[in-house]
């Protein structure tokens, strides 16, 4: 099995949130963004990871419209991990922030344009984008993927966090909690990660992922 590169350390006093993500899917975007704002209040420093719904569905029965959005998400996946393991996971920060900006506020296609634009808001490469079309990094990819499937199950998608050594899917919150509700959202999600045989806390979802 391929192996991620090495995630750097935080520093000394300093909380690491692991995030896996998708960057097809909106509500993974929110928890994303929710991750920034908390490290502006808390000593807390988010690691990017990916994963990919595209991989989690393979051999599903799913409606033709959800197939297609899965069959497009290939791309994005696979240059963000061809990103990573040429450049190191640090650069996946910022690529994710660029995709997020353009497929999730903009509305872009899942094109080579939206590929060049995004990794080149990043300051990466544009010539990157031919990864999305090429099953070269796909090792690596189903690897990072296992991941975070090792940590929470098969019977969830993204976002997945891992805080102090407890991994969750999740949260999913609409919209971004900012400023001082993002601490207590990060607070609480410590909370419940520190109770041993906690396991799930859900209601029906009643609004769309709203980014603002």
Known sequence: MTQSPEQPAAPEGVAVADMWFDPACPWAWVTSRWLLEVEKVRPVRARWHVMSLSVLN??????????????????A?????????KYGPEVLGALYTAYGERLHHEGAPRTEETHRAALAAAGLPEDLAACADSTEYDTALRASH??????VGEDVGTPVISVEGVSFFGPVV??????????RLWDGVRLVAGVEGFYELKRTRTASPSFE
């Open 58 to 75: 393979e051999g599903r029965d799913l409606p033709q419209d959800y197939r297609e959005l899965l069959d497009s998400a290939w791309g």
């Open 174 to 183: 609409t919209p971004v909690p900012r400023g001082e509700e993002a601490g």
């Open 77 to 85: 996946v696979r240059v963000c991990t061809a990103a990573e393991q």
């Open 146 to 151: 296992a991941e975070a499937m090792k940590l």
